[in-house]
């Protein structure tokens, strides 16, 4: 452990940053409100940044507890990628979409809690310790590829049709992506899949159902895996699709050529395949989305061959 007047000297010089404000989910998911020191750069609607935290700062008693560090590595900072979201909200007064320069910027986080046998998780017990007001540090610099310029040949087709698929806060970039979507006047269908484990994790479903009777063209597909009444029959994202269930509630079938994919979140649904000698090598296991994709004629992302199906793995 720093001393405090250390520990206030070290915050001095690396915080850009203050928590304007969060809206809980729950106690360990939360959206963080971040308005930075410096002025924000151009970026776009599925792009990420980091966030961070000195390593001397207390950690949630939620998390499992970290090994002692030692007195230079705690004078680091631990700075962890994320998307950025969007409150999506219609303003209560007027029922507009919420504007894109916002005062801060939100983020979708999760605590991660970690456990016997896996490496003691850095940032979020940090991050979910702190309060309005507080200082943090954030990335002067947004990337990232998963952005809507791989829908650009559909951007302006009636008949296109997007589909987001998150699992937990994989929601996060897609938020952000529909709600440019929106501003624009896209005119094609839009349909976002979430899977969590509880309802409770549905942090932003009251804001869609509300953006679904404004929006015709735009609907929220929520899926749970741990309530009572879905534990011992998880649908998952690959269920949801290969069972047919998904696009009869769109009432349409998904068409390699108008429709295009965005992956968000848990390794395991996007289903990435390694690529060894120009092959795929598929993960073992259950299928992920991208390989039921890929077999239903669908191509996703190549080097620089954009195809249509987009995927961001978060670990
Ligand atoms: C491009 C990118 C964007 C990201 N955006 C977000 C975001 O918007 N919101 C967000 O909550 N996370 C996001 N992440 C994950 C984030 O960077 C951190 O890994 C996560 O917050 C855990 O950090 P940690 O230091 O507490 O745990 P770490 O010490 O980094 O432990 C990592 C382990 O936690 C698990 N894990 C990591 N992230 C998640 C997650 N989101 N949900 C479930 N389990 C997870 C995995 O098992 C992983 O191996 C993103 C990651 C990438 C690469
Ligand atoms: N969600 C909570 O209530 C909660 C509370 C406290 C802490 N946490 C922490 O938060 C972290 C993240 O949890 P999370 O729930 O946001 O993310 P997650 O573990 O990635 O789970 C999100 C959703 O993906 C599903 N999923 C799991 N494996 C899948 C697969 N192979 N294919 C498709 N879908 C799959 C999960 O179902 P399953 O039900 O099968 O996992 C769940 O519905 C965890 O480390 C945990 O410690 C979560």
Known sequence: MLDAATAQDLRRKHYNATLAGVRKAHDTLWCFRVRPDFPVPDFQPGQYTTLGLGLWEPRHSGAFPEADLDEKKVRRLGRRAYSVSH???????????APKSLDYLEF??????????????????????????????????????????????????????????????????????????LRSGFKGRIASIVCVRYRGDLAYEEIYRNLEKKYPNLSYHALTTREADTIHHKVYVQDYIVSGK??????????????????????????????????????????????IMEERGFRMDWGKARGNIHSEKYW
């Open 108 to 181: 979708y986080i999760v605590m991660v809690a970690g456990g016997e046998g896996k490496p003691a998780p850095l940032l979020t017990p940090r991050l979910f310790l702190l309060g309005e007001g507080d200082r943090l540090y954030m990335g002067e610099k947004f990337t990232g590829e998963y952005t809507l310029d791989s829908m650009e040949d559909i951007r302006r087709r009636d008949d296109a049709l997007v589909v987001f698929a998150g699992t937990g806060t994989g929601e996060g970039p897609h938020n952000f992506m529909i709600w440019e979507l």
């Open 246 to 291: 998904f696009e009869d509630e769109i009432g349409r079938r998904m068409d390699p050529a108008n429709t295009h994919l965005f992956l968000c979140g848990n390794p395991a649904m996007i289903g990435a395949p390694k690529i060894r000698d120009g092959q795929k090598i598929w993960p073992a296991g259950k299928k992920g989305v991208i390989q």
């Open 87 to 97: 409150p999506v909200m219609l303003n209560p007064g007027n029922g507009h979409l």
